[in-house]
């Protein structure tokens, strides 16, 4: 990630208003995360499959077990603030012009303002296999693919980074479109 971030840094133009919007996971031996905390920049960021539990987690949900207890108060103690309001300030969609943002896509027909979160967390053939106008042209991660997936109605840019070693970013300027790649 932090690759893609210095690569980005360098074709960045002045005087145009940049938004990165994160779509895939994060690790814990991401550097990014262990530097400035993301909340710092500017960012779109769009929740995740496994955050909804981690947030409750981290706001100290009950349980029995004692173990999960001892777990969560560790982990408690370890996330920062910062970061804990930056998960809980995520949205599990995002617009910006004709594009919409999602972590895996959404459901086919169903208007964008009005998706099912586990869709946008979760869903994969009804949408991979749509040729349906979404109303906007959607960019997702979620679904591995070797290389970018460009379609008249969505984009996924998941190359797997944990298993191939190649993450890719979109960089979208005005009507043209470019990929950055690590590895």
Same mark, same amino acid.
């Given at each position: 990630?932090?690759?893609?971030?210095?690569?980005?840094?360098?074709?960045?133009?002045?005087?145009?208003?940049?938004?990165?919007?994160?779509?895939?996971?994060?690790?814990?031996?991401?550097?990014?995360?262990?530097?400035?905390? $993301? #909340?710092? @920049?500017? /960012?779109?960021?769009?929740? %995740?499959?496994?955050?909804? &539990?981690?947030?409750?987690? =981290?706001?100290?949900?009950?349980?029995?077990?004692?173990?999960?207890?001892?777990?969560?108060?560790?982990?408690?103690?370890?996330?920062?603030? $910062? #970061?804990? @309001?930056? /998960?809980?300030?995520?949205? %599990?969609?995002?617009?910006? &012009?004709?594009?919409?943002? =999602?972590?895996?896509?959404?459901?086919?027909?169903?208007?964008?303002?009005?998706?099912?979160?586990?869709?946008?967390?979760?869903?994969?053939?009804?949408?991979?296999?749509?040729?349906?106008?979404?109303?906007?042209?959607?960019?997702? &991660?979620?679904?591995?693919?070797?290389?970018?997936?460009?379609?008249?109605?969505?984009?996924?840019?998941?190359?797997?980074?944990?298993?191939?070693?190649?993450?890719?970013?979109?960089?979208?300027?005005?009507?043209?479109?470019?990929?950055?790649?690590?590895?």
């Amino acid at each position: 990630m932090a690759e893609a971030s210095a690569v980005v840094d360098e074709v960045h133009v002045p005087g145009l208003q940049s938004i990165p919007v994160h779509l895939g996971q994060r690790g814990g031996d991401d550097p990014a995360c262990a530097g400035q905390p $993301a #909340h710092e @920049r500017e /960012l779109a960021a769009v929740a %995740l499959p496994r955050e909804p &539990g981690f947030v409750a987690m =981290a706001d100290r949900c009950r349980r029995d077990d004692a173990s999960v207890a001892a777990l969560r108060d560790a982990f408690d103690a370890l996330l920062p603030a $910062a #970061h804990r @309001r930056f /998960l809980r300030s995520t949205e %599990l969609s995002y617009r910006c &012009g004709n594009h919409s943002f =999602a972590h895996a896509g959404v459901r086919p027909g169903v208007p964008l303002g009005r998706p099912a979160a586990r869709d946008l967390r979760w869903i994969r053939s009804p949408f991979l296999d749509s040729t349906l106008d979404h109303g906007a042209v959607v960019l997702h &991660g979620h679904s591995i693919a070797e290389c970018p997936q460009l379609r008249p109605n969505r984009i996924g840019i998941d190359t797997g980074a944990y298993r191939s070693g190649v993450l890719t970013c979109l960089v979208l300027d005005g009507p043209s479109r470019h990929f950055l790649h690590t590895g």
